[in-house]
C-alpha cells in the first residue's frame, strides 16, 4: 500500500535534513505475467557486487497487474483493445502458425514472443527514447533463446549454477557486466564505471548495446 499523499501533486511536500539520501532500486515485477512474484527474485548477487563497487544501494520490489495475459487470442484482443475483428484476422496473417523459421519463429511461444516484442517492446521503446530527448541507454538482451524475461536471471544473478526461468545456463561475464551497468546507473546516473565496455547514449544515432552469450570480457 502506498500513503495517497506519495501521488498527491497538492499535497505539502515534507521537507528532509541536508544529508544526501541513499540510492534506490525499484523492481518492479508481474506486469502481464500468468504467474510471477517479487520474492522469485533473489538479489542477494546484485547487493553483494555493490558491495564489491562500492556501490551500496537501497532495493524495493513490487508485483502488479499480475496475470493480464491469458493465450494468444486473448493477448492480441487486449493488445489492440479497439480494433475490429477484421483487423485481429489481418495480424493472425502477419504471424501465421507456420513454425519452419520462415517468419523468425519455431514455435507457439516463439510466435507469441515475436508478435508481443513487435507490437509492445520495439515500438513502445523507441517512443519512450524519443520523449526523453534520446537521453537515455538502451540494451537488448540477445542470449538465445532471449525471450521476454530470460534477462531476469541475468539481472539476478546469483553465481554459478544460476539458470533462466526456463532452465537455460546464464553466462556469467554477461550477468555481471549487466548487474554492474546497473549498479553504477543507480548510483551515479550513468551506466559507465569500472570493469565494463563503454556503453553509449541512446543519442541520435539510436545506439543500442547487444548483450549476448559472448558479451562481457569481464574486465577488473
Known sequence: MVPITVFDKVA??????DEPGAPVLVWIDGGSFTGGYK?????????????????EFVYVSINYRLGLYVNYVANLKWLFLRAPELLIYDIFALYPDQFDGKYGYTSEMLRAAVTSV??????NTRYLNDKVGNKSYVYSFNV????????VAYTFYNGPGSVTWDGKPVFGD????LQDYILNFV?????????VPDFALYD???????INSSFGTYMC
Do not use: M, Q, Y
Open 39 to 55: 520474492h522469485e527474485t533473489n538479489p542477494v548477487g546484485l547487493t553483494e557486487n555493490s558491495i564489491v563497487l562500492g556501490e
Open 12 to 17: 505539502k511536500a515534507e521537507l528532509c535534513d
Open 118 to 123: 513487435e507490437s509492445c517492446f520495439a515500438c
Open 144 to 151: 538465445p533463446p532471449a525471450l521476454h524475461a530470460d534477462d
Open 174 to 177: 554477461a550477468a555481471l557486466s
Open 204 to 210: 541520435s544515432e539510436s545506439n543500442v548495446l547487444s
Open 187 to 195: 548510483t551515479t546516473g550513468t551506466p559507465n564505471g569500472r570493469r
